[in-house]
């Protein structure tokens, strides 16, 4: 497995697996308007969206999206603060690290940001993104209410 960008042959699918990642989890009901807004997150503008790939299957296994700061935000505050959102592991394989190894990637590639924070929109990374930040040594979080 290795983490890389997305590319944008892989939007589609990308955007089932995190309907179906939601939908696994009971987050997202079935019909919910808010399907084709996830589809589609972070593919165009200023985000990253970064896939877990297992090219001997030729699949992706999960995804998360960082969204910088813009006055469009709707939890980042400043410059300093990102969103996290669509952050979303194939029911498949959930359980087997994929998830910590994305947020891995997301954090070494955005440095920057970690001396700042990241905001999370949804509670599906909540829980794995504390538990990761505290194995990682990370102390300062802030969960939004």
């Known amino acids: 497995m290795i983490i890389r960008d997305a590319r944008p042959g892989e939007y589609t699918v990308i955007g089932k697996l995190r309907v179906a990642a939601y939908q696994a989890l009971g987050l997202l009901p079935e019909g919910s ?8 997150l972070g593919f165009g503008g200023g985000c990253a969206v970064l896939v877990a790939a297992d090219e001997a299957v030729n699949g992706i ?13 709707e939890l980042a505050r400043d410059e300093t603060e990102a969103d996290v959102r669509a952050f979303a592991v194939d029911p498949r394989t959930q359980g087997l690290g994929v998830g910590r190894k994305l947020l891995l990637a997301l954090i070494e590639r955005y440095p920057p940001l970690v001396d ?10 909540l829980r794995l993104l504390l538990e990761f930040l505290h194995v990682e040594g990370y102390v300062a979080f802030e969960v939004p209410t």
Request: aromatic content about 12%; glycine content about 20%.
């Open 61 to 73: 296994l999960g995804t998360i999206m960082l969204e910088p700061f813009d006055t469009a935000s």
């Open 33 to 40: 308007g808010y399907a084709g807004t996830l589809r589609g």
């Open 116 to 125: 700042g924070a990241f905001v999370i929109i949804g509670w599906v990374a």
